[in-house]
Structures are given as C-alpha cells and as structure tokens.
C-alpha cells in the first residue's frame, strides 16, 4: 500500500560522476585525483585508484539499462574536463570525449532518463593547478567558462538541466582546510580565495548559458551539500559558533548561488581576520547578475556545534574552526562505517529553509545514501545483496521529505549515491553505495535488495 504520494514527474534517480565511473580509458590528460594516486597510491584504500573504476566507459549502454531496469527516470553524471578537452586554453576537444559523452547522453534518452551533466565533480586538471595555483586563480575561471561553453555547444541540444560544480565547499575543505584532497594545504586566506574564485566560475558559466541562449527549453543549477548546523545549546555562545559554522560551510555557495550575494556577516568575520578574498566590483556584480534556476542538495549527516572550549593555535594561519568545535552528541545514531550521523529529520530542516529563506526555490535532493564496508557478507543464495539497512535510510529521508513537501517545499527528485558501486576518492571501494553491486575483479553488476525496492517505489511515485 503506497502511503506517501509524490508529486507528479517527480525524479527518482541516482547520480555518479565522471572520475568515479568511467576510468581512465582514453583519458589523455590527468586530473588532480589521478595524479595524486600516481604519486601516493597507498593513500587509496587497498592501493586502487581511478584507472577502471565501475567501466562505465565502456559499459555505459548495459549499465543505462540497469538503471531503466530500476525505474528511474533521471541519472546525474560529470564530464571530465580532462577526457573533453586535449587543450585546456584553445579548448581544442578530444574527439573521442565528444563521441563518448554523445553516446552516454543519447542512451539515456534512448531509456527515456532524462541526463542531469554537471561539469565539475573534483576534477580539477592536473596542469591548471601545476600552471596557475587551480582554483586560487582568476585565469582558471575564465578556463572553467570557456569548457562550460563548449558543453553546452555540444551538448545542449539534449541536455536540459546543468549543474556548475558539485559540492563546492568539499573543495575548498578538502584542498585547503583539512588536507583530505590532494595538494593538502593548510592555508585559509588560500580557501576563501578560492571559495570566492569557484563563486565567479560558476556565475561565469551560468552567464554563458544565458546570453547565449542555452536556457531556451534548459535550466542550470548547482548541486551544494549542506550540513545543518545544529547547536549543542540553546545558550547564545552554542547560537552564535553554530550560526557561524553554517555561514562558512552551508551558506558561503548556497548565498551566491540563490542570492547572488554572500552572508553579510561572514564577509564582515573574514575582513576582520584580514582573510577576505581579492575580487573587484565587476567580479561581485557578475555573481549578483547570474543565479541558478534550481539548487541540488546532498544530504547525507548533519554538524553538530558547540562554542569554542579547544585552544586556538594562534601561531598557525587562520582557520575557520576558530569559532567553534564540533559537538558529539551522546546517543547519536552512526553510520559506523563512514563515521556519520544518521539524521533523517535533517532533509525536512533543509526542505523548511530552503522554502522560508530561499524565495522557495526549486530543488531536489541530489545526493543522500548510506555507504557499507563488506556488503558482500549480505549477500542470500540466490546472490542478492539484502541491504534492508539501506532501504531503511532512504524510506526514513523519504518520508521527511514527503512531509516538507506536503507544508509546501518546493522539491522535485530524489537522487541516491550511487546507481553502480563506484570509487570513492581515498576510500576506493571501501564502501559500497549503490543499487547494483560492483564485482570489481569480474565487472559483474547485480541488483542489491534495495534497487528491487527502488523499482516499487519509482512505479507507485510513493512508498
């Protein structure tokens, strides 16, 4: 009995990205992940890195239909800037990319999915960080437009909804904060420069694919992962840290993107720590003049915030944590395996801000899921993995959602990491995410419990 309806058309899909799929077949130039594996390879969860990955590039047809075979109807991926473009400053294109990502985007048609392409999921070129500092720079963006340009030239015929970056602020965390993405710098002043630089690039894109024409018939957005801050209080100290850890990790893309312009009191808090970022008056009017059309969210744990009770280092570079800390709550419900908080209630407190302080943009949940270290033990005799786990989660996110929805959120999808088991950066294939289990010796795909509920779901558009 289907309980809880959505509303009409409403996307149930599932999303991966480009370096996290496809391998590196044909791949002519290397992006900062391939790189870094070349050069630490036992950074990587049992030393394997992004060289085949789930084969998507040469599976695309069969695994499309695998994800028709679920009843999905919409499926977000990337283009690799490195696999598309041979030059990143002619922005000469390598001619089997283009062939490839026709292809993807053809089949998905084909399968009547509709194709959500995002242009950046991490995948930074290599030679733009080594040439020019990457996302510290102002030429990148520039770089950054031109590539956006010339995917929507090619693509744009097909492709009807766009996302600029994805999760923005992991970047700027993961590069420059807390040294979990390669080159591992510990440099705020550098993070809010490149925070304000990855802002630009996006607006950039976005003003492309509106004066040229390309929003006729499509729509752009920009998919952020936002992490309720939740203080461990009520008293002012808890308010205050937990309102500025939600400035600087939630609000500092998700402002631009909606607003066109940055939370007041962060760039008050950067100008006092002498941190804030270079960017001229035109610059500030190009991120005010070109919003998204929708918002993706990844939702996956909260941020729970407690006033700062840890000593500064004041000897060290600013550091946005000088506010606050984090604040382990007794009797949170973990993910063990990933170290997260399960927080279902999370989604509908996102839902409920995003239609009281956001003009009720429309958005979607573009990411949500629970990923499991040795999945395999679950697997019955019949070689089906039962990840009742995971159906639990996302029925739980679901009917937060549902109910937001209901008191008026303006949400249209919900998407899971992942279809397909796929690499996950560092962790490889520690975790597993997916509706389809990912053999990695053989390449053998097989429906897990959850994506047999998934089908279900999908065909009654409630659970």
Sequence with gaps: MVEKKFPENFWWGAATSGPQCEGSFNKKNKNVFDYWFEIEPEVFFNGVGPSITSNFYNSYEEDIKLIKQLGLNSFRTSIQWTRLIKDFETLEVNKDGAEFYNKVIDECLKNNIIPIICLHHFDLPIELYDKYGGWESKFVTDLYAGFAEKCFELFSDRVKHWITFNEPIVIVEGQYLYQFHYPKIIDGKKAVQAAFNINLSSAKAIKIFKD????????????????????????????????????????????????????????????????????????????????????????????????????????????????FDNYEMPGRRMNIYRGWEIYPKGIYDIAINLRDNYDNIPWYISENGMGVEGEERFRNSEGIIEDDYRIDFIKEHLEYLHKAIEEGANCFGYH????????????????????????????????????????????????
């Design 212 to 323: 040229k024409g390309y929003s006729k018939g499509g729509k752009i957005g920009i998919v952020v992962n936002l992490t309720p801050s939740y203080a461990r209080s009520n008293s002012e100290e808890d308010e205050k840290a937990s309102f500025i850890a939600d400035m600087f990790f939630n609000r500092l893309f998700l402002d631009p993107a909606v607003r066109g312009e940055f939370p007041k009191g962060l760039t008050e808090l950067l100008k006092e720590e002498q941190v804030i970022w270079q960017g001229t008056q035109e610059e500030i009017d190009i991120i005010k003049n070109n919003r998204v059309d929708f918002v993706g969210v990844n939702y996956y744990q909260p941020r729970r915030i407690k006033a700062k009770e840890s000593t500064v280092d004041t000897s060290q570079p600013w550091m946005p944590d000088k506010y």
């Design 416 to 463: 899971l990491w992942t279809p397909i088991d796929c690499w996950s950066w560092c962790n490889a294939y520690k975790n597993r995410y997916g509706y389809i289990s990912l053999d990695l010796d053989t390449q053998n795909k097989t429906i897990k419990k959850s994506g047999y509920w998934m089908m279900e779901v999908s065909k009654n558009n409630g659970v």
